[in-house]
């Protein structure tokens, strides 16, 4: 506790060398979580210590055993991600749930995850959704947003957007950067709420703005659409390219095509060809001049509840295809998060699945 105090400046000056020599006695007085502390020490190289990974996973390991639930995490993280192990999904499995069996409500959140998406276990929604209850019922805002995902895709629960509009609300109100995405999204279409364009541009910008690509693609996709009251290209090009620098390959797509048609943007052919082919490959288009005729032409539109399911089961797909909605392990809800820390579930990726009219390409579904 004293240790947390100078690591974090609570109530105190914050000292990490300090901390650790706190944490250092709770360790030799065989404290679980000093062990766990000066694991995630050693294991990152901070407050000073070298870094070491193979004592770092150790003094984890040492806290896991002794029951301690987010080393639990942690260690799962660790065997998920494959970081310092080898990658264990099956392994990642039996630490989530030793956590979860604790009541834990990360291990909770963490081991639906993997029943969500059949990692180290057999693919079960009914079993996700329950772990995902559970940890809502605890206010843990990434379990509320998943699960409130579940009942707008009809996962598990019987399909009920206004329940899931609910859940997205609660995670919202504790700051979930999903959470603003998938409510955005209901608002702008009407979906299981009233439709508030408003709204859903003031959630879609705040998620956006935390590092949620899904939300700055869907900003451009609704400036482009005029969805907003107005079409704006030029605006629909910024969101675009944000979402692209976020690492978001069908938003670096569009912005190839927009740069190659100057939509919203002066025509570059080069930098069109060049964001294009960084994404499909160079070999994929045959260096065409012609780079236009690589990418579909259609429509692309369609809205209300069903396309609202194909967005989030596309989006979820992707976000687990990218490895950026990991399970989480170090949480920063709870405890000071020293910076270059890993552990947490990254934003997530967007499959864009509409288009500017005349220039942006249609995605497949599948």
């Given amino acids: 506790m004293v240790g947390m105090m100078y690591l974090n400046g609570e109530g105190t000056v914050k000292d990490p060398a300090e901390a650790v020599r706190w944490q250092r006695k709770g360790a030799e007085l065989g404290s679980p979580k000093s062990w766990f502390e000066l694991g995630l020490y050693t294991l990152y190289g901070q407050n000073g210590m070298e870094k070491n990974v193979a004592e770092g996973l150790r003094l984890i390991t040492k806290a896991a055993e002794a029951e301690f639930a987010d080393a639990e995490n942690q260690l799962g993280y660790m065997y998920v991600t494959g970081s310092g192990v080898a990658q264990d999904l099956r392994q990642a499995a039996v630490w989530y749930r030793k956590s979860a069996d604790q009541g834990d409500s990360v291990g909770l959140y963490n081991t639906g995850l993997l029943y969500r998406d059949g ?61 603003m995405y998938d409510l955005g999204l209901l608002l702008s279409e009407g979906t299981g709420v009233r439709k508030d364009i408003a709204k859903s541009l003031e959630l879609l910008r705040k998620s956006a703005e935390l590092g949620n690509s899904m939300a700055a693609g869907r900003l451009g996709y609704m400036y482009g659409n005029g969805l907003t009251g107005s079409r704006d290209l030029k605006e629909a090009f910024a969101w675009y390219e944000k979402s692209a620098s976020m690492g978001n390959d069908e938003a670096q797509n569009i912005t190839g095509t927009m740069y190659l048609n100057g939509e919203g943007v002066k025509k570059d052919y080069a930098e069109a060809l060049r964001l294009v082919h960084e994404v499909r490959g160079a070999g994929e288009c045959g260096g065409d001049a012609q780079c236009r005729h690589c990418l579909p032409a259609g429509d692309g539109r369609g809205e209300g509840p069903q396309e609202s399911r194909r967005i989030f089961l596309r989006g979820r797909r992707a976000r687990r295809a990218a490895g950026d909605e990991q399970p989480r392990g170090d949480v920063p809800e709870r405890r000071g998060r020293p910076e270059g820390r890993e552990g947490c579930r990254g934003a997530p990726q967007e499959v864009l699945r509409r288009r500017l009219p005349g220039c942006l390409p249609v995605l497949q579904s599948g």
Wanted: no cysteine; glycine share 10%; hydrophobic share 40%.
């Fill in 119 to 179: 990692n180290g276990t057999g693919q079960d929604y009914v079993l996700a959704a329950r772990f995902f209850e559970k940890s809502a019922a605890q206010s843990y805002a990434p379990a509320q947003a998943a699960l409130g995902e579940l009942y707008a895709q009809g996962n598990g629960v019987e399909q009920d957007y206004m329940q899931a509009a609910e859940l997205f609300s609660e995670a919202v109100s504790l700051g979930d950067p999903t959470a």
